[in-house]
């Protein structure tokens, strides 16, 4: 429909081409990985502002969890929203879930807004999307605040056990991230026997330390690093692992590296200081520069298990609660396959002479595109 002069809303010049750059910009933001859809939520009485990045639903709803940051702007939130919900549509593609990819960002400060009234005000706007998108944890998300959630809308996944979630899934991540690293081990050194391995855990929260618990079974030689003391200080008494300090966790003499706090510790400066053969942790967005960093790792003859494949014990979880089909046999199964994906993913890699992560990633798009045709 063309607008009269009549319908024209009235804004001043300036008002006008601010809004036209934004909205250029959120497309030009889009169009570069084909996002389908970005979604915009305020509420003025419980202070909710909510973004939900639809990345892919060819394979399925749109699923990914929410979190809750205090952004510097919201544009940041937005930036962050669309990478990661990209992260999503591939995690779960090359794990084999009818699944697509989408993530929920909640601006502001946890702290200072989080309470009843906002979560359920959040479980509402995700009920609007009718299904398309499907939440669930991640930071600053608890198993309490979505269960406030869950009183607005059935498409929010990774609840309580209590109440027929699947709970917490850093067990079955960590359990996914071993398989990966044996899978890695197998790679680089001729046997997925980790026995004697020096290994360096990056972060023992609750991925990381149970991480630690399987290494330690199988007799690995366990360094640890992390912010938090008491968490150092449990994993050493508990399983005998060697604190290192924060930046120390680089340079020791280890032949298995496992990030498993933060993403980007694969830059410049830590590629150049580290001196082990397999990378495989927990952590999302290892790679600081997918590119760059995936192709020094190549060159310098690092096995690297990508990390959206390895890592993705979670979304298995949430995905098999949404479809009625967890059990905790079911998904450890469903994590061990992880394993398999992962050392054929390195042996085509090794092959055709390129980095694992691209590999891993053209295995999830052409999954996509087959799935895609039926
Ligand atoms: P967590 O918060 O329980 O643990 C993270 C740990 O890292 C904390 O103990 C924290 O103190 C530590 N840490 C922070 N900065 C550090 C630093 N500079 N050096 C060393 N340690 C530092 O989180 P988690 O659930 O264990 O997840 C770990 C990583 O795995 C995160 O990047 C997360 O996004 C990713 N991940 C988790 C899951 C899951 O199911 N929990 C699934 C996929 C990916």
């Known amino acids: 429909m063309k607008l009269t002069s009549a319908d024209q809303p009235v804004i001043s010049q300036e008002k006008s081409d601010t809004s036209t750059s934004q909205l250029a910009s959120i ?76 993530k929920a960002v909640l601006v502001g400060d946890p702290d200072q807004l989080k309470n009843e009234a906002y979560l359920r005000k959040f ?6 999307l009718n299904g398309k998108y499907v939440t669930a944890g991640d930071v ?40 990966g690293m044996k899978a890695a081990a197998k790679e680089a050194f001729g046997t997925d026997s980790l026995e004697g391995k020096k290994v360096a855990v990056q972060g023992v929260g609750a991925v990381g330390s149970t991480l630690v618990e399987y290494l ?22 508990e399983f005998g692992a060697h604190v ?18 933060l993403g980007a510790t694969l830059n410049d ?22 590119q760059r960093h995936g192709t020094m790792l190549q060159e310098r003859d690092v096995v690297y298990a990508p990390d959206f494949l390895v890592n993705a014990g979670g979304i298995m979880a949430v995905a098999a609660e949404y479809f009625g089909m967890y059990s905790k046999e079911y998904l450890f199964q469903k994590a061990e396959r992880i394993y398999d994906v992962c050392q054929k993913v390195l042996q085509q890699a090794a092959q055709q002479q390129t980095e ?13 595109a087959s799935i895609s045709q039926l």
């Open 244 to 261: 290192v300090s924060l930046d120390g966790i680089y340079d020791i003499p280890a032949d298995i590296y496992a990030p498993c706090a």
């Open 27 to 102: 497309f030009d933001q889009m169009a570069p990985h084909d996002h389908e859809q970005i979604v915009h939520y305020y509420d003025k009485a419980t202070g909710l502002k909510a973004i939900v990045a639809i990345h892919s639903t060819a394979l399925g709803p749109a699923m990914g969890g929410t979190r809750m940051w205090n952004y510097v702007s919201d544009a940041e939130a937005l930036t962050d929203a669309i990478r990661l919900a990209r992260g999503m549509t591939y995690k779960s593609a090359i794990s084999g879930l009818n699944v697509g990819g989408g």
């Open 140 to 179: 600053n998300m608890t198993l309490r605040d979505l269960e406030y959630v869950r009183m607005e809308t059935c498409h929010v996944t990774g609840l309580p056990e209590a109440i027929g979630g699947s709970g917490s899934s850093s067990l079955i991540t960590a359990y996914g991230v071993y398989m």
């Open 356 to 368: 694992p992560h691209r590999i891993a990633m053209k295995m999830a798009e052409d999954r996509i």
């Open 123 to 128: 479980g509402q706007f995700i009920d609007s």
């Open 269 to 290: 400066d830590t590629i150049a200081r580290l001196t082990c053969q397999v990378i495989a942790g927990g952590a999302n967005n290892q790679l600081a520069n997918e």
């Open 216 to 237: 330690v079974k199988e007799k690995a030689v366990v360094f640890v690093s992390d912010v938090s003391e008491s968490k150092l200080q449990r994993v050493s008494r």
